[in-house]
């Protein structure tokens, strides 16, 4: 093809990149939410709007994406049964469809043997070891996603409606919460019953903020979470036989939180996951060429 194009879509935002065959940059572009077992059809949606930006930051037309080869490594592909079957509805000449831990292995790591943890809105773990691959997690917000900011956000919002009937007594947290929707249960629970995975996800600023108070209830969320994150790294990694790289918007947040005997393994990412996916969209390019 003459143009390859690589895809982040991640709970909360998806990134697009275009660049010619052989993997000069040509343009980026930006769009939501992009995770196609939870919302397929806004996953779509950002997908084509992530990919329009890109190429009119090029200084390309929209016709140049039915002559470009996509890699799009996307939250929930590795949960949805029919990624491929989706991504035939959109303009490119070839499209392969792979999970988001894949694309960021690629781009932490490049070909070397490591982990990774993605941690932002939601949550996965994945690890090359020789020609193999190994996946934990990332099941999606309903089953799986422990650890993430959704999970997380979603439990305080559990906990300010615990607290409000009196089975909990109130706290910094859930009295801050339960403030942001007026004192009124009803409002929260309405906001609960509709809300995106983002959407609880947006809540996690404000527990971090009390942990690092030493607010009780942030910090047993935070607490419960980093013991999943810890487990997940320990045991993929050979209890740090491997080098770990920790992505995503809490990776930050969790670097104060770990283990220090863990975190003696953790290295900086070579390049993000939008490199990662470029990498491999100009290798399977080269390969069908």
């Not at 947040?253 to 390049?271: C, E, G, I, R, S």
């Amino acid at each position: 093809m003459d143009y390859i194009l690589g895809v982040d879509g991640g709970g909360s935002s998806c990134r697009a990149a275009i660049a010619t065959a052989d993997g000069r940059l040509l343009g980026r572009g930006k769009a939501g939410s992009a995770n196609i077992y939870s919302d397929p059809t806004q996953s779509l949606s950002s997908i084509l709007h992530a990919a329009k930006e890109a190429c009119k930051d090029a200084g390309l037309t929209e016709e140049a994406l039915q002559q470009t080869f996509a890699v799009l490594g996307l939250a929930g592909a590795n949960a949805h049964n029919d990624p491929i079957g989706l991504a035939e509805n959109l303009p490119f000449a070839a499209v392969q469809v792979v999970s988001d831990s894949l694309i960021a292995l690629e781009g932490a790591h490049g070909s070397d043997d490591g982990v990774i943890g993605i941690l932002g809105t939601g949550s996965n773990f994945m690890a090359r070891k020789g020609e193999k691959h190994y996946y934990l997690g990332g099941w999606g917000f309903h089953c799986g996603d422990q650890g993430s900011g959704a999970k997380m956000g979603e439990r305080a919002l559990e906990e300010a409606l615990l607290a409000h009937d009196g089975l909990r007594s109130l706290c910094p947290l859930t009295e801050h919460i339960l403030r942001q929707f007026d004192d009124d249960p009803r409002k929260l629970s309405e906001f609960a019953r509709t809300a995106k995975p983002k959407d609880f996800g947006e809540f996690m600023p404000i527990i971090l903020i009390y942990a690092k108070q030493q607010s009780r209830l942030a910090l047993d969320i935070v607490e419960e979470g980093t013991t999943y994150v810890a487990s997940a790294l320990r045991l993929l990694s050979d209890d740090g036989k491997l080098p770990i790289a920790l992505l995503g918007g809490l990776s930050h947040a969790y670097d104060a939180f770990l283990p220090p005997d863990l975190k003696q393994f953790f290295v900086p990412a070579k390049n993000d996951a939008l490199r990662g996916a470029l990498a491999m969209a100009e290798r399977e390019n080269a390969l069908n060429t």
